[in-house]
Antibody, heavy 121, light 109 residues
């Protein structure tokens, strides 16, 4: 079955970087993009960015531009999201999700299980 | 960037029908997707491409849209439908960007 499995929880100090992995299985990795979404404690979903697993092209939310880097390793069917200069308000659960596309929309399915990142001194 | 606006909370009596709405300019150009999220779980898509249900999603879930408003309707709400629901769309200002609504907490009474 199609599955995305993410790396484990991280605790980081302010100013540090974190890199979360997302390993795909059950489908041809390069046929789909990967999105990254985060959710702060008790808050809603926030779209962070997207990467094409085929070309490596990316787009990211304006508020995160300059701090987030998304990459893929097609040899291992794994996507990565690195967030730099961490602040306390980056504390959140980070999800990866496969991108499915139609003419006038796209949607995310499936999602990874989520990776908790805690930023604390 | 575009915004999608949802009511923070909605309640429905068991077995009754409830509509959850989402407003935003981007919905005039793009169909909404609806996600259901239960506590401690990753979101799950319940409606995509305006009114399509993935396999495994009950047919009591349906979607519609009119103008700048998308709606998720649950006909005959069940206790297990109690969850947070998020609408989602492409960003009208730049279609390579994406946006989520703030979410609606659905309580089934």
């Amino acid at each position: 079955q199609v599955q995305l499995v993410q790396s484990g929880a991280e605790v980081k100090k302010p100013g540090a970087s974190v890199k979360v992995s997302c390993k795909a299985s059950g489908y041809t990795f390069t046929d789909y993009g990967i999105n990254w979404v985060r959710q702060a404690p008790g808050q809603g979903l926030e779209w962070m960015g997207w990467i094409s697993a085929y070309s490596g092209n990316t787009s990211s939310a304006q508020k995160l531009q300059g701090r987030v880097t998304m990459t893929t390793d097609t040899s291992s069917s794994t996507a990565y999201m690195e967030l730099r200069s961490l602040r306390s308000d980056d504390t959140a659960v980070y999800y990866c999700a496969r991108d499915l596309v139609a003419v006038a929309t796209n949607w995310f399915d499936p999602w990874g299980q989520g990776t908790l990142v805690i930023v604390s001194s | 960037s575009s915004e999608l606006t949802q009511d923070p909370a909605v309640s429905v009596a068991l077995g009754q029908t409830v509509r959850i709405t989402c407003q935003g300019d981007s919905l005039r150009s793009y169909y909404a997707t609806w996600y259901q999220q239960k506590p401690g779980q990753a979101p799950v898509v319940v409606i995509y491409d305006e009114n399509n249900r993935p396999s495994g999603i009950p047919d009591r879930f349906s979607g519609s849209s009119s103008g700048n408003t998308a709606s998720l309707t649950i006909t005959g709400a069940q206790a297990e439908d109690e969850a947070d629901y998020y609408c989602y769309s492409r960003d009208n200002s730049a279609n390579h960007l994406r946006v989520f609504g703030g979410g609606t907490k659905l309580t089934v009474l």
